[in-house]
């Protein structure tokens, strides 16, 4: 089972090429994201919307400039504040964030499939870039556990996905948020949900990345 998307989450990055033209490069984010340390131990960063087109934003952290990078959380796109919370004292942090997009499956329910038809044989997977829903994960299934948990099953019809995002809307909610993460070429997953999650609706995306911004840094003080 897959960890619930979480602080100190990995980010999965892969690139690879690609046999049919893609959709255009996504654009470069403005470079506006701020770290700011507002406690001795705490840092919120701010970063701007980005690509109208991206799905949402990937934050990540690391404590050289260098790396190792660390995912922090996927977001939104309407979110763009994070607050770093309750960090190891008088040390530095560095962090970067990055747009992402990926065509979406469509809205499924826990005991629902997607009707047959829609998954693609490998040999005809398209690039994630390509416009429309060609490479979109086809065939998925949300199955209930009596544990409380939902196993995700789906066909991937992309070739060079960087992972799948599953993304949740809870009920009386009006959009979708990401929940968890997968590798490239996963077909599978499970999730258990929370109180406030049981009646929601899932959707599966075939993952890619936009440019990374610059890397701001500051370090904690003394606790």
């Known amino acids: 089972m897959k960890t619930r998307l979480a602080l100190g989450a990995l980010a999965v990055l ?12 996504p654009a470069p984010p403005a470079h506006g994201l701020t770290a700011t340390l507002t406690t001795p131990t705490d840092i919120d960063l701010r ?9 949402g934003h990937l ?25 770093h919370p309750d960090l190891i004292p008088e040390t530095p942090f560095f962090y970067r964030v990055r747009d992402f997009f990926g065509p979406v499956s469509a809205v499924v329910q826990p005991g629902s499939v997607v009707p047959p038809g829609r ?21 998925v299934t949300v199955v209930p556990a009596e544990d409380s948990s939902v196993h995700f099953t789906w066909a991937d019809r992309s070739i060079d996905e960087a992972g799948f995002l599953v993304e949740i809307r809870k009920p009386g909610v009006a959009g979708f948020v990401p929940v968890e993460i997968t590798g490239p070429n996963t077909t599978t997953c ?19 990345y936009g440019p990374l911004s610059p890397v701001v840094n500051r370090t904690t003080g003394k606790d």
């Open 14 to 25: 892969f690139t690879a090429g690609c046999s049919a033209a893609p959709a255009a490069a």
């Open 47 to 55: 970063w701007p919307a980005g690509d109208p087109a991206a799905a």
């Open 119 to 139: 998954a693609t044989p490998p040999a005809a997977a398209v690039p994630a870039r390509t416009p429309g829903d060609a490479a979109a994960p086809g065939d």
């Open 59 to 83: 934050l990540e952290y690391a404590n050289s400039a260098g790396g190792p990078w660390t995912a922090l959380q996927y977001f939104p796109r309407s979110r763009t504040t994070y607050r």
């Open 190 to 208: 499970a999730l258990s949900l929370l109180p406030d999650e049981q009646g929601s609706t899932f959707r599966v995306r075939a993952l890619y």
